[in-house]
């Protein structure tokens, strides 16, 4: 494959640039179609990205959605045909100035505004579309032999919510066609384990726009697994030693300016309150909270480890673009807890808190990590703290401890928290890209900013060190990953609905009705299904809608026997057994994750 460099040459394809050029190329041509189609469109930026590709457009007046992509494609494929020669030029700063004012490209003329005095602006050009960009590209159109769009989504210009929502058209290309249906078959398969659908259909929560965007609400049967989860780390925590506190969803401006927050993260937060002469925030995380407990009283040496947690509701105002059910939302709840430790123990608890990660994991069969060791990029002097001293020291400790416990990791550089290193434990899920579940940071900032102390056993003031750590990360994300991971097949002790009871006819209801009646008396979570419904549709149902761990099937025969029949969702296979016998097994499998 030959490509159009920027310079006017043209040369065979790198093929580690092969993809990128196609997804890059696939952009400007779908941006010609949409201008076939749209004359009134602007475009703003339209980049290949990891997975594809995508344009930022301002539609005008008529507004495009999804439904309008097949539309556009097929305009792209005429494009193809027409096999249109890709031509680059360069312009002098006030002629390509010109050149989009005449075109009516204000998105391009405010880029032109942002590049350098001495940048070196290049055109490319296929038939009567021209766009700003450096390549390289295709030499033909014709050479795009596949590609999708796949969706609609909105981006501020400039990433900056304070400009207008732009028109975000996605699409994936590829070298060839078998390529581009395996990854689709992959889409398809993100789609069926898609948490928002999911939650959905199984009515796990909810989201509207008059709450808000990013805001979800989580319904009985979501709220049920919440609680589950939350009383299931607590109870670990509490094992260990953790002591569970509750503080304010809110706090001053002065809290977080202290806490360097305000510096360092106030983008991320909710517009100030003002009230009484006082400013407040809605909270983005929960450390400054943490460390104004510590600093209620005096602590000696042998006070520590203090082990703080909270299951802590936090907001931070998101990109609306960025939103993705309850996976990553504006409210969310953090596993998060606060240890605050002597230098001496910052081995043994980060151990601690590195077998608890790992604990969790077996339980929950979460075997595809890795570990990173987050670090801060030197050169960022607006992001970290700057203190060189003290970030050589946290590093070399935490890098050292990681190294002496045998954890196998890599090195990340600018990846760390504004006061700190961390571990953070990456899982990658059955689809989509890798995401941090669990982390660990450790902090020498904030006691000091706070100005914390402890009396040593030789009777001086000292600053306690701090481990920052999430188990479950947030709980949300945490149940959005098990949904995904499960299709929301939920294991029994962890699933909303663990049994439903399904009688067969009316003459089998009384004794369906009791059965339900002696395992809703047992504490399991059960529901009879008594709608007058064949019990084929209603087998599917529990399968399918509720994705039910047990269905306790009964008919005439059961009836006479005194028994029941078990179908386990797991096996697909119908045991006969007693009420007793079943409420025992079940009893088993739901205390061993206690």
Not at 88 to 98: G, H
Not at 397 to 407: E, N, P, Q, S
Not at 505 to 513: I, L, P
Not at 551 to 578: F, L, N, P, Y
């Amino acid at each position: 494959m030959k490509i159009l460099y920027n310079d006017g040459h043209v040369d065979e394809c790198p093929e580690a640039l092969e993809v990128e050029v196609l997804r890059h190329s696939a952009a400007h041509i779908m941006a010609q179609a949409v201008k076939r189609l749209y004359p009134e469109a602007h475009f703003a930026y339209g980049p290949a990205t990891e997975n594809g590709f995508y344009y930022d457009v301002d539609p005008g007046d008529k507004a495009i959605s999804e439904e309008d992509l097949p539309a556009i494609e097929a305009e792209m494929q005429k494009i193809l045909k027409e096999n249109l020669p890709f031509k680059v030029y360069p312009l002098p700063r006030d002629e390509a100035i010109r050149l989009m004012e005449e075109r009516g490209e204000k998105y391009k003329v405010e880029h032109i505004g942002d590049l350098p005095e001495d940048a070196v602006i290049t055109f490319y050009q296929q038939g009567d579309y021209i766009d700003m960009c450096v390549g390289p590209h295709l030499t033909y159109t014709k050479a795009l032999k596949a590609f999708k769009l796949t969706s609609v989504s909105g981006a501020y210009w400039k990433n900056n919510s304070a400009n207008k929502m732009l028109t975000r058209l996605n699409g994936v290309a590829f070298r060839t066609k078998d390529e581009l249906a395996d990854h689709l078959r992959r889409l398809e398969e993100a789609k069926a384990r898609d948490h928002r659908r999911i939650g959905k259909e199984m009515r796990l929560f909810m989201t509207d726009d008059l709450v808000g965007k990013g805001l979800p609400m989580f319904l009985p049967r979501g709220y049920t697994v919440w609680q589950i989860l939350e009383d299931y780390i607590k109870g670990k925590e509490r094992r260990l030693g953790y002591q569970h506190v509750l503080t304010p969803c809110v706090g001053t401006v002065g809290l977080y300016e202290t806490s360097g927050h305000w510096t360092h993260y106030k983008e991320n937060m909710f517009p100030v309150m003002e009230v009484e002469d006082e400013k407040f925030v809605l909270r983005p995380m929960n450390c400054p909270h943490h460390m104004m407990i510590y600093a209620n009283r005096r602590h000696s040496y042998r006070d520590l480890p203090i082990r703080i947690g909270e299951i802590a509701h936090d907001f931070r105002f998101e990109a609306s673009g960025t939103l993705k059910g309850i996976e990553r939302g504006r409210h969310f709840c953090q596993n998060d807890a606060h240890l605050f430790v002597t230098p001496e123990q910052i081995k043994s608890e980060v151990s601690s808190v590195v077998d608890l990660i790992f604990d969790v994991y077996r339980d929950f069969g979460i075997t595809d990590y890795r570990c990173v060791l987050s670090l801060r990029d030197p050169a960022d002097k607006v992001k970290y703290y700057p203190d060189d001293e003290m970030w050589e020291h946290a590093e070399t400790a935490l890098r050292d401890v990681l190294k002496d416990l045998g954890i196998q990791f890599t090195e990340e550089i600018g990846e760390a928290a504004f006061y700190g290193p961390k571990l953070d434990v990456n899982v990658r899920p059955a689809v989509g890209a890798e995401y941090t579940l669990s982390t660990c940071q450790l902090d020498f900032c904030l006691p000091a900013k706070f100005d914390l102390k402890y009396v040593d056993r030789d009777g001086v003031e000292k600053t306690p060190v701090v481990l920052h750590r999430a188990i479950l990360g947030s709980l949300d994300r945490f149940m959005a990953y098990l949904i995904e991971e499960t299709k929301g097949a939920f294991p029994a002790w962890l699933a909303p609905l663990q049994v439903k009871v399904l009688p067969v006819s009316e003459k089998s209801m009384d004794y369906a009705r009791t059965v339900y009646e002696a395992l809703d008396d047992a504490g399991f979570r059960v529901e009879l299904d008594d709608r007058n419904e064949k019990i084929g549709y209603k087998i599917r149902s529990a399968r399918q809608d509720d994705k039910v761990p047990y269905m306790i099937i009964i008919g005439e025969k059961e009836v006479a026997e005194g028994t029941i029949s078990v179908r386990d969702r797991a096996t697909d296979q119908t045991a006969v057994s007693t009420v007793a016998e079943f409420a025992e097994k079940l009893r088993g499998k739901v205390a061993a994750h206690k």
